[in-house]
């Protein structure tokens, strides 16, 4: 009988252990007990990881989008019966109001280093932060920028809601999509390519952090700030013009439309010489495309569209 007593108890004790999902998030290990069941996402390409995996009934809402950018149709019919609590950053009030117990955000998607909304200061109100792959880099060493990072973050997301087999499923297509479209790729010697986001009188840029230098070298080319040590920041046109990029690939969002930037970068006599100006060739990326989320894959195949032909 106490050899059955101990035998229950310690079933007892692995099954309560097993309860309990730890997944890293940057440099923190966190823990679930059950899946969230009152989630806010901030972005677009956060919301859409979300979707994807089908987490919408465990939402009750999202944040930073409208501040910035606008929702595609796939977009709107996703998150129409969710209420958007933010159209920036959301304040830890606005979290605390909709009684959220999970929030998915990253560094500059959602949070600030040493801001108000942060891992920790939501942990006192049981509020759990998972945290955007790519942007550990502003807290914590980290590689440069993968493809890895966002199918890292999927299947994350999919410990979390406790929807592993959906998450496993959609990486493995997401590879195996990706792979069948680079065996079939030609490619010569890597283009040289800017990543033109925003600014006229100095650039924002993606530097070796940031997904764009992923989806550009899965595609062929090179970023031209690949030893930037940065993830999105800002550079100045010399080192553009000195780099002489083949290719300038544009990030639709906001007021300056991608048709402006281009514009811009093709009457300004400064500009003149560069390659990618002398022959036209500019490829524009939606935002929710050149950040981490399931359109990048598509990303990559418009770039390599882009850089080689159909």
Known sequence: MKTLLITSALALTASLAAAGTTVESCNREVTFEAPPQRAISNDVNLTEMMLVL????????????????????????GVEELPELSAKYPTKEV??????????????YGM?????????????????????????????????????????DLLNLGRIFAVEDKANDLVAGYRADLARFADGLETGEPLRVFVYDSGEDTPFTAGRYAMPTAL???????????????????????EVVERNPEVVVIVNYG???????????????????????KNDRFVTL?????????????????????????
């Open 216 to 238: 550009i070298e899965a595609a062929g080319g090179t970023n031209i700030m690949d030893d930037f040590e940065k993830s999105w920041a800002t550079v100045t046109w010399e």
């Open 95 to 108: 979290l605390l109001g909709a009684d959220a117990d999970f929030f998915f955000a990253g560094w500059n």
């Open 286 to 310: 939606e935002y929710v495309e050149a950040t981490p989320g399931p359109r990048n894959i598509e990303a990559v195949k418009t770039l390599a569209n882009a850089f080689w032909g159909e």
């Open 255 to 277: 007021e300056v439309t991608a048709e402006q930037k281009r514009d811009f970068m093709m009457s300004n006599p400064a500009f003149a010489d560069l390659d990618a100006v």
């Open 54 to 77: 089908g987490l919408a009934d465990k939402m009750v809402g999202y944040t930073g989008i409208s501040g910035w950018k606008t929702l595609d149709a796939d977009m709107r019919a």
């Open 112 to 152: 600030k280093v040493g801001g108000e909304v942060t891992p920790e200061t939501l942990a006192p109100f049981g509020i759990k932060v998972y945290e955007l792959t790519e942007s550990c880099t502003h807290i914590m060493a980290k590689d440069k920028a993968s493809i890895e990072d966002m199918y890292n």
